[in-house]
């Protein structure tokens, strides 16, 4: 929520919004180009069809790009995607949520970027597999969200893998 007194606009023909001024600093790195991008995701869908079909998924070990990199090198993997779409929630005024969803020793990790729209939750996703990316805001809670998930957790040999997840981080 922005606080009353301390807005800023972020751009003389913008999006019709304000942020705080510390909101503002955390984009003022960012290129026109990326500003021009985060302002057209904004809703959870459009961001989800930005990480589909206009970023690459980053197969390089051990990174964690931040999301003014992704936009820079054009990949992100789940983590990185779901650290771009909190951004994208940032930057339109809506909570930058993270959730784990935590898998046994034989799988990884997933991170999604939850979002609550008309008092359900839903989120957006990057993965290879396209039953661990978006999910449509009808879920009545973060643990019903998360527990959608799986049916489709999976590692190579067919083993359902997920065993915990966390609560949305801001």
Not at 46 to 52: A, P, R
Not at 63 to 76: D, E, N
Not at 102 to 118: C, K
């Amino acid at each position: 929520a922005v606080s009353r007194g301390l807005h800023m606009k972020i751009f003389k023909s913008g999006p019709s919004f304000f942020m705080k001024p510390r909101i503002t600093a955390l984009f003022s790195r960012f290129s026109k180009d990326q500003l021009r991008t985060l302002r057209r995701l904004d809703s959870p869908r459009k961001v989800q069809d930005f990480i589909d079909y206009e970023l690459l998924y980053n197969e390089e070990p051990d990174t964690f790009f931040s999301p003014l990199t992704v936009l820079k090198r054009g990949k992100a993997h789940c983590a990185e995607a779901a650290m771009l779409a909190a951004a994208a929630n940032l930057f339109h005024g809506r909570p930058a949520l993270l959730l784990d969803l935590r898998a046994n020793s034989r799988d990884d990790d997933h991170v999604i970027a939850p979002f609550l729209e008309n008092g359900r939750w839903g989120a957006v996703a990057q993965s290879h597999f396209c039953g661990l990316r978006y999910r449509e805001p009808v879920y009545g809670s973060s643990a019903e969200l998360a527990k959608s998930y799986f049916e489709f957790y999976y590692n190579s040999r067919g083993e359902k893998t997920l065993r915990e997840f966390s609560v949305p981080l801001d």
